[in-house]
């Protein structure tokens, strides 16, 4: 099976001359999955939806593989990003910051770590410009605000009023901390952030209720389900069928055609 024109386009366009050592090692796999990645599921998810430009692609696709756990091929598809994508520094920064909250530290560390080296390789000077709009004081409230245009006005007061003393904390931290110090930081506009919140649970697993809460989110944001149908085309080749196809079950359930 040879590489399709399209796959090398697309490829090439994102990885430049670059040739993978599985392309001398293991050929045969590397011409179908190129033809599948980088041919068929572009061609679905641009038929799905044109506005998906290919930065946001390759941010989708960098937040899926940190969650999935794909340190290696993260290092690989951000160093392409930062260089042929247009994924800003601050842009790449942003999205290890935001799988802090999705994540974890535990996962995300070695992650953050991996940017910093692609940044210093490219020469940029570190530490980036402060993104984080909140302080101490303000970081409840505007976390708040930017929950409820997520989430919902009502379901978030229902969330906060309903929580019993012993488990409220946890509503304050989602709050305060998720939606305050991470979501509603710069660099970033917040329907991207939904979408890479999106490609983060579908590829961490067994999140499955948050999926779902996330899939009725975007549309708050202007998502709409031919996007998240396309985000999710473009994950296929990096988490596999079984968490995409979860991903698409909660999408069939949540939206309409």
Do not use: W
């Amino acid at each position: 099976m040879a590489i399709s024109d399209a796959a090398r386009r697309n490829h090439d366009q994102l990885f430049g001359d670059r040739v993978s050592t599985l392309a001398r090692t293991d050929p045969e796999l590397i011409e179908y999955f190129d033809n599948f990645a980088f041919d068929e599921v572009y061609t679905d998810a641009a038929r799905l939806d044109e506005a998906l430009d290919p930065r946001t692609r390759v941010l989708v696709q960098l937040a899926a593989i940190l969650a999935a756990g794909g340190l290696a091929e993260f290092r690989v598809v951000a160093a392409a990003a930062l260089a042929r994508a247009g994924v800003t520094p601050v842009e790449l920064k942003e999205v290890v910051y935001q799988a802090v909250a999705y994540v974890g530290m535990a996962r995300t560390y070695d992650y953050l770590n991996a940017v910093n080296d692609i940044l210093t390789d490219a020469g940029v000077e570190l530490p980036l410009p402060e993104q984080s709009s909140t302080t101490a004081d303000t970081r409840f409230g505007q976390g708040l605000a930017v929950q409820k245009q997520i989430v919902g006005d009502e379901q978030v007061d229902a969330m906060h009023a309903d929580a019993p003393d012993d488990v409220k904390h946890f509503q304050r931290y989602l709050s305060a901390n998720c939606f305050g110090d991470t979501v509603g930081r710069g660099g970033l506009d917040l329907r991207t952030r939904e979408l890479l919140t999106f490609s983060m649970l579908v590829a961490l697993g067994g999140a499955d209720a948050q999926v779902r809460g996330h899939v009725t989110g975007n549309p708050n944001v202007g998502n709409t389900r031919p996007t998240l149908l396309a985000v999710l085309t473009m994950l296929v080749p990096y988490v596999g069928y079984p968490r995409t196809l979860n991903g698409l079950a909660a999408v069939t359930d949540v939206t309409s055609t």
